[in-house]
């Protein structure tokens, strides 16, 4: 357990009985340090507890290189603001190592750069956690892998431009956003994008102002990464989303609320398996969900107000086929 103040006391304010206690920390890689969790000589299994309501500034990136703990907060008062004070590509980044918890954290960047307060090294990290934070002025948070969960999080006027996405995974099973709010992603790109995931569930977020001409959600198929226009021969499926306040806002172009398919017309991306269900969905003038998907998607008992923000212009669902790349056309899609 750590403080920018006075040494917190075990069993004391929160924090656990037999707990290391550190007090003057006022960077988080010092505090990653004394945990021990940024050298591959540490520790495995640890937690790392910041005091509520104390700062802890970022100048650089840092990695986790030891796998298995819980970094979140000890104590009252308001969460532990983590504020980034320079340009880092990233906050928590995780090297090659896996089973983490994120929680109970207020995430702060810095105007005009592209941080992103939790993402991965590589692509084969398993069981990442998001819970409860709050993240603003960033770029958003790009785990990827197996087992990656947010939940409970708040993320609000990200920034960055082009590339970044409030929540991204790219080739990951087992994928979950619950109960988030990702509001504003006119900084950067869309609020939520899975490229080539499986087993997916999106539910029960408050979803609000992607970019112009980029999606509230967006779930892409998996190419080949050396030739998007080679099938990989995994199909991204088994895909639930539900229960979703979702309001594309005033943007231009074709911001669909949601879209299933691939990339673009010379991306061998395929997808099937869909349930879009019980979603609140607020349009602008373009198209609100956007199916590309190859097979068997099924669009029932959702509530899509047209023209929330304008003059309607286009149809509510479009089903369509553009692919140059061998996707094959829609089939076995059902709208309830």
């Not at 958003?140 to 970044?164: K, Q, R, Y």
């Not at 080739?171 to 509001?183: K, P, Q």
Request: aromatic share 8%; net charge neutral.
């Amino acid at each position: 357990c750590v403080a920018n103040g006075a040494a917190p006391v075990p069993g004391v304010n929160g924090v656990p009985a037999g707990a290391t206690c550190v007090g003057g920390i006022t960077t988080v890689s010092a505090a990653m340090t004394q945990a021990g969790i940024n050298s591959g000589s540490g520790t495995a299994n640890k937690r790392l507890l910041f005091e509520r309501g104390g700062t802890y500034t970022m100048p650089s990136a840092d990695y986790i290189r030891k796998s298995g703990g819980i970094i979140g907060a000890f104590g009252t008062g308001a969460d532990p603001i983590i504020q980034f004070t320079s340009n880092n590509p990233a906050f928590f980044m995780l090297s090659g190592v896996g089973d983490w918890t994120f929680m109970d954290m207020d995430f702060v960047g810095v105007s005009g750069f592209r941080h992103m307060p939790v993402t991965t090294q590589f692509a084969d990290r398993s069981n990442v956690l998001m819970l409860r934070l709050d993240v603003s002025n960033t770029a958003g948070c790009e785990p990827t892998g197996s087992g990656i969960f947010m939940v409970d999080c708040n993320l609000s006027g990200l920034v960055g431009g082009g590339g970044f996405v409030g929540f991204y995974t790219q080739h990951s099973d087992h994928v979950v956003a619950l109960g988030n709010r990702i509001y504003d992603c006119s900084g950067i790109e869309h609020n939520i994008r899975f490229q080539g995931s499986t087993k997916v569930v999106i539910s029960n977020n408050t979803l609000y102002k992607p970019a112009n001409t980029k999606h509230l959600i967006t779930i892409r198929g998996r190419s080949t990464l050396a030739d998007p226009a080679v099938w990989s021969g995994v199909w991204c499926e088994h895909i639930v989303i539900s229960d979703n306040d979702m309001d594309v806002g005033a943007t231009t172009g074709p911001s669909w609320a949601a879209h299933f398919g691939a990339q673009n017309q010379n991306s061998d991306e395929r997808t099937r398996d869909v349930i879009f269900e019980r979603n609140y969905v607020r349009g602008n003038t373009t198209t609100m969900v956007c199916t590309e998907a190859s097979e068997r998607v099924t669009i029932r008992n959702n509530l899509l107000v047209s023209g929330f923000n304008g003059t309607y212009q286009a149809g509510v669902i479009d089903v369509r086929f553009r692919s140059n790349a061998g996707v094959p056309p829609p089939s076995s899609t059902y709208i309830y």
